[in-house]
């Protein structure tokens, strides 16, 4: 089986919409391994001025939490409170491929106004080998685990409920990367 290729390079700039065809977007965040390079993507109704300059500046820490078949991805921009977001391979699509875990890889982060869909601010963050090794070996549990959407995610919102702040995680992370 041949693994999906990525398409063309799309060029993203800061005042532009993220996807032409899309104006608005749910408010969230979305944490994405496609073509093995990850990405994060956060929508926020009418980001503060402080959340663009972080962006803006690569000040976004990093920490993975993998337990059973739950990976969560936590994040901090700038000052702000710790965050999560979820992710499971089962769910990607057709462009999921494992990362390579054999070098750095950059990650690159959208702040993207989800009232407008244009690009607030953006910036490409290095995860360093160690953060893509245990995120590797995490996906690799993942895929091993016997897929059930259902027990997924009551799993999900069970450890969501032990744990209803996401920097309550940190100490039980396997890798950290601050900004």
């Known amino acids: 089986m041949t693994e999906p290729q990525p398409p063309e390079r799309t060029t993203y700039r800061v005042g532009q919409p993220f996807h032409p065809d899309v104006t608005d977007w749910p408010a969230g965040q979305q944490f994405e391994l496609r073509f093995g390079l990850p990405g994060l993507l956060l929508f926020y109704p009418n980001p503060r ?3 663009i300059l972080a ?3 690569r000040h976004v820490s990093l920490a993975l939490f993998a337990e059973a078949d739950q ?3 936590l994040y901090q921009v700038g000052a702000t409170e710790w965050a999560e977001a979820a992710f499971t ?3 990607a699509g057709p462009d999921f491929v494992l ?3 054999d070098r750095e890889l950059p990650m690159p982060v ?3 106004d989800a009232n407008t ?3 607030a601010a953006l910036c490409a963050v290095t995860l360093e080998r160690r953060f893509v090794e245990v995120l590797h070996a995490a996906l690799t549990r993942q895929l091993a685990w016997p897929w059930d959407e259902a027990a997924y995610d009551a799993r999900l919102a069970e450890l969501r409920g032990r744990f209803p702040h996401p920097g309550d995680l940190l100490v039980r992370a396997q890798v950290l990367q601050q900004a």
């Open 55 to 57: 962006v803006a500046r």
């Open 110 to 112: 959208f702040l993207i």
């Open 99 to 101: 990362p390579a875990v």
């Open 71 to 73: 990976l969560l991805l």
């Open 49 to 51: 001025p402080d959340e």
């Open 89 to 91: 391979p089962h769910l």
């Open 117 to 119: 869909g244009i690009i």
